[in-house]
């Protein structure tokens, strides 16, 4: 069946500018993270959403970022007024239930987003 | 405070030989341990996951070891080929914690040569 999937695949933008980013997790799946890996970098945990549970914003960086989850399924990451340190890949990844009881984490390709 | 630690930060071995990956962490209460290997320009891919009552678990070539009182994981490597050139994550899943129960090591990225 379909993985996960994420668009753009690549996205340039100029710093102040507003960005999303997509997510489509696998069908049925109840978890969706949200991760940032930078360059030669280890995954950053930014966000977790969890069935129709308030989401874990505990690892967004600022104001200036946030994430949205519509119908429990696709996922939008927004960042706003963009920094050049916004640049970075931005994974996603869901679960079929919350990934601290066993169960397996599927991620995406990532969209690389290059703010210049 | 919740750590995952892996040793090396890089490896580079040559195509047939075997290698050994470790993983210590620091985490409670413990709920699983994962291996994922990442390819460079993509997603993580699992390897294995272990719960506590398991010593070791395999999936192909890679052997993965738990030592849940020391606190310590392996990742082995058998006969290493071109295709295991990528980072390998050790993630450890902690019950009731944020991040969404799950805490990630840097990676150790393994280059295998001809």
């Known amino acids: 069946g379909a993985g996960v999937s994420q668009s753009p695949s690549n996205k340039v933008t100029e710093k102040g500018k507003d960005v999303e980013l997509r997510c489509d997790p696998i069908s049925g799946h109840t978890a969706l993270y949200w991760y940032r890996q930078s360059l030669g970098q280890g995954l950053e945990f930014l966000i977790y959403?969890?069935?129709?549970?308030?989401?874990?914003k505990s690892g967004l960086p600022s104001d200036r970022f946030s994430a949205e989850r519509t119908g429990g399924s696709v996922s939008t990451l927004t960042i706003q007024r963009t920094q050049q340190e916004d640049s970075a890949v931005y994974l996603c990844?869901?679960?079929?239930?919350?990934?601290?009881?066993?169960?397996?984490?599927?991620f995406g390709p990532g969209t690389r987003l290059t703010v210049t | 405070k919740n750590q995952v630690e892996q040793s090396p930060q890089s490896l580079i071995i040559l195509e047939g030989k075997n290698c050994t990956l470790q993983?210590?962490?620091?985490?409670?209460?413990?709920?699983?341990l994962r291996w994922y290997k990442q390819d460079t320009g993509r997603g993580p891919v699992s390897l294995t996951i272990m719960t506590f009552s398991e010593n070791t678990k395999s999936n192909g070539r890679y052997t993965a070891t738990l030592d849940a009182d020391t606190k310590q994981s392996s990742l082995h490597i058998t006969a290493s080929q071109l295709s295991d050139s990528a980072s390998y994550i050790c993630v450890v899943s902690v019950y009731g914690g944020s991040q969404g129960n799950l805490i990630f090591g840097k990676g150790t990225k393994l280059s295998v040569k001809p």
């Open positions: 959403f969890q069935g129709n549970s308030a989401p874990d």
């Open positions: 993983c210590n962490y620091t985490v409670s209460p413990f709920s699983n």
């Open positions: 990844a869901s679960s079929l239930g919350q990934a601290g009881g066993s169960y397996e984490q599927y």
